[in-house]
């Protein structure tokens, strides 16, 4: 149980494209998705909180404009890089949580950006 | 001081050796404890949880909570090749649901 899925795995787009990623609970209902960066040989980035239906909660410093979140059932978030550029380049990875009383967090297999 | 620390390693071990991974931590708040494993271009992977203070055992691996010295720990007995991963602690509570994790430790087990 338990399964977070991503779509896609991997994606190359040229600089100035959109591109958008989902990230589905498959056996559970999320009540709340993060979305992480991960940058090389580095810790998890947290970027976003989204719960179903409300706006998503942005860390500071990440630019709620270039990524949109939205969470529009309890299964499906998604994460679009607008006007992606080079250094947007990253390994972006989801996670689900059920239940807020423990906050377990199930991961999605990241989805790995490159932006030519 | 960052409210997590974690060693990055890397750590190196023979096949079947215990490994012993360890966080410490600063914000007293945090209640709920876990450990995730993650392969190369993977997304990390939920090995255990653990709720305040005390022992957990699944397998081979063991987790250990010590709030009072804010440290913890996993153990790996019998290590596999297959466990060569990045290790992360994570941690929650206090008055949001984030996660705060610590840096990873690269593990290799040699066959």
């Known amino acids: 149980g338990a399964v977070v899925s991503q779509h896609p795995s991997w994606v190359i787009c040229k600089s100035g494209t959109s591109v958008k990623i989902e990230c589905r609970s498959l056996d559970f209902q999320a009540t709340t998705m993060f979305w992480y960066r991960q940058f090389p040989k580095q810790s998890l980035m947290l970027m976003a909180t989204s719960n179903e239906g409300s706006k998503a909660t942005y860390e500071q410093g990440v630019e709620k404009d270039k990524f949109l979140i939205n969470h529009a059932s309890l299964t499906l978030s998604t994460l679009t890089v607008t006007s992606a550029h080079p250094e947007d380049s990253s390994f972006y990875i989801c996670?689900?949580?059920?239940?807020?009383?423990?906050?377990?967090?199930?991961f999605g297999p990241g989805t790995r950006l490159t932006v030519l | 001081q960052k409210e997590v620390e974690q060693d990055p390693g890397p750590l190196s071990v023979p096949e079947g050796a215990i490994v012993s991974l360890n966080c410490t931590y600063s914000n007293s708040a945090f209640q709920y404890f876990m450990w995730y494993r993650q392969y190369s271009r993977k997304g990390p992977e939920l090995l255990m949880y653990?709720?305040?203070?005390g022992n957990k055992e699944d397998g081979r691996f063991t987790a250990q909570v010590d709030k009072s010295s804010k440290y913890i720990s996993l153990f790996i007995r019998d290590s596999q090749p297959s466990d060569s991963a990045t290790y992360l602690c994570a941690m929650s509570g206090g008055s949001n649901y984030k996660l705060t994790f610590g840096k990873g430790t690269l593990l290799t087990v040699n066959p």
């Open positions: 996670s689900a949580s059920a239940d807020r009383g423990t906050d377990t967090q199930y």
């Open positions: 653990t709720y305040s203070s």
